[in-house]
């Protein structure tokens, strides 16, 4: 072979060198050149003893910014095409060799790129416009979809609700079918039908709203009817339903989670505000919401209802006058101990409430309440009032930017000066805003408000007028409007379609070219009325509008950058984080709660286990050494496995109570006795803990929820007891132990514990309390165990406790991004809660189907 110019090395062609020197260029980091004249830094002076604070920090600086810079072009080095520089939510599969998957604005860029490669451009496919049968294709189509609607409409048992009688009856064929509704579209058309009732827009909506009754499901296209006879679509399913998982639950068909992996993210933009740059977004119109008005003249019909369902909570001050969101607890009307769940209540007025709860518990508390008193007017707006709910430090900047008002307005003004604002917390409890917003769809695109104080930092006198300057009255009447089932009417009048939106911007732009934004004319043009409150506890935003009004809001809200959508995994993982329940997951101590625990998800991880191979399962039952001493009554894993097991804790507790307030020793077994029934009743006799245990076996060949008038369990704690008195002081003489154990609640309270040390918890994982002779190795574990070369010693010996130091179940588990380990919610009993020192706080966390012990230190969860 011949020798080479390139001694032995292979050519570079341009494309390759010129990548080469552009990977190089972007690598670089520049750097502040030293002082010519000396040839040393002048961060220091003259003598070199003392620093120069302004000159040092000038030299860092550029040094920050110079990396900042190589870093950006470092990143976009290595993109050799435009569609490898798109963000993750904006790539597609065949981007790469179809440019109508890139967006509009790269298009260009992209076919030079293709050209310049010799790649083949993947033609637009062109309708063909040749007539058959005399018509075009898009009419031949539209006369196809007519064909088979009408076929659809005579036959789908659905929608005979909305067609006239003749239409959908048995023994009427097609022909005349069609003549029936060709007789109603004629008798609309004329107006001289008084049956049909006639819409103020073109768009289709209308107030969806029950007075005293529950509403119907609203009316969408016919084609999309059979699909919501069960499950109802929110005003966003078709969007959700593109970008999401999506879920039947509770009646609606909800976003589960985002298609795209968001866990990271999530906890990046909405857990802390000096993290964020962004904001997560959710359609909530799933939330029931309920206006009830107090008709008589004091209200006090009212106020004492408010007081029964929070139990006197919500009737402060704070929240009946100066108007203050309320989140917390719903109890029932009838029983105060029985509690429905959590739920969010405002006061309109001193006659009138806004409540929301969740869709699971809606139609149960709109009931008792409609029972409750005639005086009361209740208006059930589940499909008339819409919510967004929205979290992140770029939540008020994304609303401000899709939002404005018709008129000049004090609510909007204050709306303004706080747009710019990253931090909610720096905000007072009560911010609430309420204003006429124009049709979203205006702005050709999201535009953030420019006022006086954009650009500079708000001051504390300024949010301090934000309380004292507040616009009670104008706040109030746009409230009244909201809650007015005419008021939410009107605002639907003259409500544009997309067509006749694309023609006013059109004519805007041939007059004015510079504007793109439609001018609101308020003689014609409907006006939004929206309220804007901030959620104190779970310390995001909720804004409340009429239902046919969020799509548009939302559509505009999704256009701002940085702004992503989520569903109710990410808003479970958000209270996860924040160390609060999230319903009903951990609500064990409510009906809805105890359902979902026992039946859904234990028949949904019990059903995923089954799936799998029986080579691939995890055997429960020859799991050994779980306990330090293993009783005869059971082997392996102890209680359900794939649920928290309320019922074995309630059983196991108040039979080592029992067995404690009879003065007896707790053995494990009596190997004397030769039966284990009381000769008195024949019931079960408890003197030892495999009789505990014997007595939940018989309890448990009873399938959790199947018994209508099953009585949960466990029952929510209102305060810590007294240390060292009895929970569970029961009169036993009349009753037979068996009888006292199985019925007596147990009463727990929500903890939230974290791990010292490694460990990833899961849901359903066992909680225990560290054995008074273990306590000393345990809390030398919280100290660190070290070896000699200094580092932990993870590999000892670890002492295990027994069954009887079972004291709760993890509810929610996983591992928390910002804290750097495994952190749980679950619920613990009570009375051991109040016997542990405030320094000794320690507990043992084990998962389910292992061996392994965790130590975790825990905090109470106030509620």
Same mark, same amino acid.
């Given at each position: 072979?011949?020798?080479?110019?390139?001694?032995?090395?292979?050519?570079?062609?341009?494309?390759?060198?010129?990548?080469?020197?552009?990977?190089?260029?972007?690598?670089?980091?520049?750097?502040?050149?030293?002082?010519?004249?000396?040839?040393?830094?002048?961060?220091?002076?003259?003598?070199?003893?003392? #620093?120069?604070?302004?000159?040092?920090?000038?030299?860092?600086?550029?040094?920050?910014?110079? *990396?900042?810079?190589?870093?950006?072009?470092?990143?976009?080095?290595?993109?050799?095409?435009? @569609?490898?520089?798109?963000?993750?939510?904006?790539?597609?599969?065949?981007?790469?060799?179809?440019?109508?998957?890139?967006?509009?604005?790269?298009?260009?860029?992209?076919?030079?790129?293709?050209?310049?490669?010799?790649?083949?451009?993947?033609?637009?496919?062109?309708?063909?416009?040749?007539?058959?049968?005399? *018509?075009?294709?898009?009419?031949?189509?539209?006369?196809?979809?007519? +064909?088979?609607?009408?076929?659809?409409?005579?036959?789908?048992?659905?929608?005979? #609700?909305?067609?006239?009688?003749?239409?959908?009856?048995?023994?009427?064929?097609?022909?005349?079918?069609?003549?029936?509704?060709?007789?109603?579209?004629?008798?609309?058309?004329?107006?001289?039908?008084?049956?049909?009732?006639?819409?103020?827009?073109?768009?289709?909506?209308?107030?969806?709203?029950?007075?005293?009754? /529950?509403?119907?499901?609203?009316?969408?296209?016919?084609?999309?009817?059979?699909?919501?006879?069960?499950?109802?679509?929110?005003?966003?399913?078709?969007?959700?339903?593109?970008?999401?998982?999506?879920?039947?639950?509770?009646?609606?068909?909800?976003?589960?989670?985002?298609?795209?992996?968001?866990?990271?993210?999530?906890?990046?933009?909405?857990?802390?505000?000096?993290?964020?740059?962004?904001?997560?977004?959710?359609?909530?119109?799933?939330?029931?919401?309920?206006?009830? %008005?107090?008709?008589?003249?004091?209200?006090?019909?009212?106020?004492? /209802?408010?007081?029964?369902?929070?139990?006197?909570?919500?009737?402060?001050?704070?929240?009946?006058?100066?108007?203050?969101?309320?989140?917390? #607890? @719903?109890?029932?009307?009838?029983?105060?101990?029985?509690?429905?769940?959590?739920?969010?209540?405002?006061?309109?007025?001193?006659?009138?409430?806004?409540?929301?709860?969740?869709?699971?518990?809606?139609?149960?508390? @709109?009931?008792?309440?409609?029972?409750?008193?005639?005086?009361?007017?209740?208006?059930?707006? =589940?499909?008339?009032?819409?919510?967004?709910?929205?979290?992140?430090?770029?939540?008020?900047?994304?609303?401000?930017?899709?939002?404005?008002? +018709?008129?000049?307005?004090?609510?909007?003004?204050?709306?303004?000066?706080?747009?710019?604002?990253?931090?909610?917390?720096?905000?007072?409890?009560?911010?609430?805003?309420?204003?006429?917003?124009?049709?979203?769809?205006?702005?050709?695109?999201?535009?953030?408000?420019?006022?006086?104080?954009?650009?500079?930092?708000?001051?504390?006198?300024?949010?301090?007028?934000?309380?004292?300057?507040?616009?009670?009255?104008?706040? =109030?009447?746009?409230?009244?409007? *909201?809650?007015?089932?005419?008021?939410?009417?009107?605002?639907?009048?003259?409500?544009?379609?997309?067509?006749?939106?694309?023609?006013?911007?059109?004519?805007?732009?041939?007059?004015?070219?510079?504007?793109?934004?439609?001018?609101?004319?308020?003689?014609?043009?409907?006006?939004?009325?929206?309220?804007?409150?901030?959620?104190?506890?779970?310390?995001?935003? +909720?804004?409340?509008?009429?239902?046919?009004?969020?799509?548009?809001?939302?559509?505009?809200?999704?256009?701002?950058?940085?702004?992503?959508?989520?569903?109710?995994?990410?808003?479970?993982? *958000?209270?996860?984080?924040?160390?609060?329940?999230?319903?009903?997951?951990?609500?064990?101590?409510?009906?809805?709660?105890?359902?979902?625990?026992?039946?859904? %998800?234990?028949?949904?991880?019990?059903?995923?286990?089954?799936?799998?191979?029986?080579?691939?399962?995890?055997?429960?039952?020859?799991?050994?050494?779980?306990?330090?001493?293993? /009783?005869?009554?059971?082997?392996?894993?102890?209680?359900?496995?794939?649920?928290?097991?309320?019922?074995? #804790?309630?059983?196991?507790?108040?039979?080592?109570?029992?067995?404690?307030?009879?003065? %007896?020793?707790?053995?494990?077994?009596?190997?004397?006795?030769?039966?284990?029934?009381?000769?008195?009743?024949?019931?079960?006799?408890?003197?030892?803990?495999?009789?505990?245990?014997?007595?939940?076996?018989?309890?448990?060949?009873?399938?959790?929820?199947?018994?209508?008038?099953?009585?949960?369990?466990?029952?929510?704690?209102?305060?810590?007891?007294?240390?060292?008195?009895?929970?569970?002081?029961?009169?036993?003489?009349?009753?037979?132990?068996? /009888?006292?154990?199985?019925?007596?609640?147990?009463?727990?309270?929500?903890?939230?514990?974290?791990?010292?040390?490694?460990?990833?918890?899961?849901?359903?994982?066992?909680?225990?309390?560290?054995?008074?002779?273990?306590?000393?190795?345990?809390?030398?574990?919280?100290?660190?165990?070290?070896?000699?070369?200094?580092?932990?010693?993870?590999?000892?010996?670890?002492?295990?406790?027994?069954?009887?130091?079972?004291?709760?179940?993890?509810?929610?588990?996983?591992?928390?991004?910002?804290?750097?380990?495994?952190?749980?919610?679950?619920?613990?009993?009570?009375?051991?809660?109040?016997?542990?020192?405030?320094?000794?706080?320690?507990?043992?966390?084990?998962?389910?189907?292992?061996?392994?012990?965790?130590?975790?230190?825990?905090?109470?969860?106030?509620?």
């Amino acid at each position: 072979m011949s020798g080479s110019k390139s001694g032995g090395k292979k050519q570079l062609n341009k494309n390759q060198l010129f990548k080469r020197q552009k990977v190089r260029n972007a690598r670089t980091i520049r750097t502040e050149a030293l002082s010519s004249a000396s040839g040393k830094s002048d961060d220091l002076s003259e003598s070199g003893g003392m #620093l120069r604070v302004d000159q040092f920090v000038h030299s860092r600086k550029f040094e920050i910014e110079q *990396l900042q810079i190589a870093m950006i072009k470092s990143k976009a080095s290595s993109s050799t095409r435009v @569609f490898q520089s798109l963000p993750r939510k904006l790539r597609r599969r065949t981007a790469s060799h179809n440019v109508r998957r890139i967006p509009k604005r790269m298009r260009n860029r992209a076919l030079r790129e293709m050209m310049k490669s010799d790649q083949q451009v993947v033609a637009k496919e062109r309708i063909k416009k040749n007539k058959i049968h005399g *018509l075009t294709a898009s009419q031949l189509y539209k006369m196809k979809m007519s +064909v088979k609607l009408l076929r659809l409409a005579g036959k789908s048992t659905s929608l005979k #609700l909305a067609l006239p009688e003749n239409a959908t009856a048995s023994n009427c064929n097609l022909r005349q079918k069609i003549k029936t509704l060709q007789k109603q579209i004629k008798e609309a058309k004329s107006f001289s039908s008084s049956n049909v009732k006639f819409n103020n827009n073109k768009m289709g909506s209308y107030d969806n709203t029950g007075i005293s009754k /529950l509403a119907p499901i609203p009316k969408g296209r016919i084609k999309y009817f059979k699909r919501q006879r069960f499950f109802t679509w929110l005003p966003t399913h078709i969007w959700n339903a593109k970008r999401s998982h999506m879920i039947k639950r509770w009646g609606c068909q909800l976003p589960w989670s985002p298609t795209q992996k968001c866990f990271k993210m999530t906890h990046r933009i909405a857990s802390y505000s000096a993290t964020s740059d962004g904001a997560l977004c959710m359609d909530s119109s799933f939330m029931g919401t309920m206006i009830i %008005k107090d008709t008589s003249e004091e209200h006090t019909i009212l106020q004492s /209802l408010v007081s029964r369902l929070t139990n006197k909570r919500a009737i402060l001050r704070k929240y009946r006058q100066s108007q203050t969101w309320f989140q917390g #607890l @719903f109890y029932s009307i009838k029983d105060s101990t029985n509690i429905w769940g959590p739920g969010d209540l405002f006061w309109v007025n001193e006659g009138t409430i806004l409540l929301r709860v969740h869709p699971s518990i809606y139609v149960s508390i @709109f009931n008792e309440i409609a029972t409750s008193d005639k005086e009361l007017l209740l208006h059930d707006c =589940r499909y008339a009032l819409a919510s967004i709910t929205i979290k992140g430090a770029k939540s008020l900047t994304a609303l401000s930017s899709a939002l404005r008002s +018709v008129t000049p307005s004090a609510s909007f003004e204050q709306f303004k000066l706080i747009s710019n604002l990253t931090d909610e917390n720096v905000l007072p409890q009560k911010a609430i805003f309420a204003f006429d917003a124009i049709d979203p769809r205006y702005l050709s695109a999201p535009k953030r408000i420019h006022s006086i104080n954009s650009k500079k930092e708000i001051s504390v006198d300024a949010i301090l007028k934000l309380q004292n300057d507040y616009p009670q009255e104008e706040i =109030r009447n746009i409230l009244l409007k *909201l809650c007015d089932p005419e008021c939410r009417e009107m605002s639907y009048k003259n409500q544009n379609t997309l067509k006749e939106l694309s023609s006013r911007r059109q004519k805007l732009l041939i007059s004015t070219p510079q504007k793109r934004q439609i001018q609101h004319d308020k003689d014609s043009d409907p006006s939004i009325p929206l309220l804007i409150a901030k959620r104190p506890r779970t310390q995001d935003w +909720v804004i409340i509008l009429p239902w046919f009004w969020l799509l548009p809001l939302w559509h505009q809200i999704n256009r701002v950058p940085r702004v992503y959508h989520f569903g109710l995994r990410q808003y479970q993982q *958000l209270q996860y984080e924040q160390r609060q329940l999230y319903f009903p997951d951990d609500y064990p101590f409510t009906n809805v709660g105890f359902m979902e625990n026992s039946l859904y %998800k234990r028949q949904s991880l019990k059903s995923r286990w089954l799936k799998k191979p029986i080579g691939k399962r995890v055997n429960y039952d020859k799991i050994n050494g779980i306990h330090s001493l293993e /009783l005869p009554a059971f082997s392996g894993e102890i209680g359900d496995y794939f649920s928290c097991d309320w019922e074995l #804790l309630r059983i196991l507790r108040n039979g080592i109570d029992f067995l404690t307030s009879q003065g %007896k020793e707790l053995k494990l077994i009596d190997s004397r006795r030769t039966t284990q029934f009381d000769s008195n009743d024949n019931s079960r006799a408890i003197n030892t803990l495999n009789d505990v245990i014997e007595l939940y076996k018989d309890v448990r060949t009873i399938e959790p929820g199947t018994s209508s008038t099953e009585e949960l369990p466990v029952t929510l704690a209102s305060s810590l007891p007294t240390p060292g008195a009895s929970l569970h002081a029961t009169e036993i003489k009349n009753e037979s132990a068996s /009888l006292i154990i199985t019925q007596t609640t147990l009463p727990i309270v929500a903890i939230s514990c974290n791990f010292i040390e490694r460990g990833h918890p899961h849901d359903n994982a066992r909680i225990y309390r560290i054995p008074d002779t273990d306590l000393s190795y345990w809390l030398q574990v919280a100290n660190g165990v070290y070896r000699a070369d200094g580092k932990k010693d993870h590999e000892q010996n670890i002492p295990k406790p027994s069954v009887i130091d079972l004291i709760g179940f993890v509810t929610t588990a996983t591992y928390h991004l910002g804290e750097g380990n495994g952190l749980a919610t679950g619920f613990i009993d009570a009375h051991i809660a109040s016997t542990m020192p405030l320094e000794q706080k320690y507990i043992l966390v084990r998962n389910v189907g292992t061996n392994i012990y965790r130590l975790a230190h825990w905090e109470q969860i106030i509620m």
